[in-house]
């Protein structure tokens, strides 16, 4: 025995305690001394660290420092002193108790690894919490990256842990399992997905955070509010939270109307179904009376005269308006209608217009409104597109068209 535990042992002996008994009361002795010594140490480090850093956090401008302290990365680094101190002085002070020398020791490896697993997780979220106050990475999947930084992290220290408790090699135990691979993938089949599909979505940036995506196999129509290695948070517009696995943004089919967004204008598209049978051509005095709507009175105008100049050349027979070329009340009021879409003050000029017929269904005829509107906040959007529609709704009849409806049960008793 050593002097310190040998003088304690010949005491207690000579106190008339057993040998056996003095032996443990000794051993006890040992470890409650110890315990409390780096316990000791280690709130004295502590503090001084911490308030080191807290000092140096106060005086700097840059914000990374700050959120160092935040994760307690300083605290997390003050325990490696003391547990230094311990491995080195275990095997003096535990001389004559080997055994249990080597189990203290073996704990002290064990916490050694979990303590590095807390340096490593607050330096990790430390870079999360900062990069997120970058601009250029606000709307990266941060959490995925720390994620699975962080997993790597537990696998290694786990296999540590195993290790020192079982004292077999690194080599032979990443060996064996490697041998259990198959099973391992079924466990964590979810996690490797998400891994693969969090890099493929930022690879590829498919969606970022603040992306507005519809996502109608699970009902999500919102804003991204969050993404990690397992899911994705949207936050939809009447302010539920919708929650999708993140292997589902390459799986399935999904709409990210950022395109929108970062473009000039939000688009419009669009049908007033005329009836069939209100379509016809338009006689010499209904062309003069639509002259008087100023948006195609120019138009009307030059076009008639083509026409009327065509049909005299050509010898052409007007008694029936069927013969040669003729202007229709369809044709005039999809003119009217480009003319209206492109003097509107709300619509883009510099983007897409464009009024187009359809195919004609059973319903009717459809007249497309196809523009985009200059204000693409959702409200005006909306403002926009049923001002332009209210217009051409109560347009419809001064060209003697009618716009198809399903006959309602007054209809049907008249």
Known sequence: MNSITHLLYNYLVSIGISETLAEKLNLTGLIIVLVLVLWIIDFIIRKIVVKIFNQIAEKSKISFDDYLV????????????????????IPVVFTDFKYTGDIIERGLEVFGVILTLWIIR?????????????????????????????IFAWIIGLMSIFVIITGITFIKFATTIGAASAIIILIFKDTIMGFVASIQVSINDMVRIGDWITFEKYGADGDVIEINLATVKIQNFDKTITTIPTYALISDSFKNWRGMTESDGRRIKRSLIIKLSSIKYLSNNEIDKLKNIELISEYLVNFQGKINSYNKENNINKELLLNGRNLTNIGVFRKYIDSYINNHSAINSDMMIMTRQLPPTSQGLPIEIYAFSSDKRWANYEYIMADIFDHLLASVSYFDLELFEFPS??????
């Open 409 to 414: 049960s007054l209809n049907l008793k008249s």
């Open 70 to 89: 935040k994760n307690k990365v300083p605290r997390n680094i003050a325990h490696i002193i003391p547990l230094i101190i311990a491995l080195k002085f």
């Open 122 to 150: 607050s330096l990790l979220n430390t870079l999360k919490d900062y990069f997120k106050t970058l601009s250029r990475l606000k709307d990266k999947p941060i959490d995925s990256f720390i994620q699975v930084f962080m």
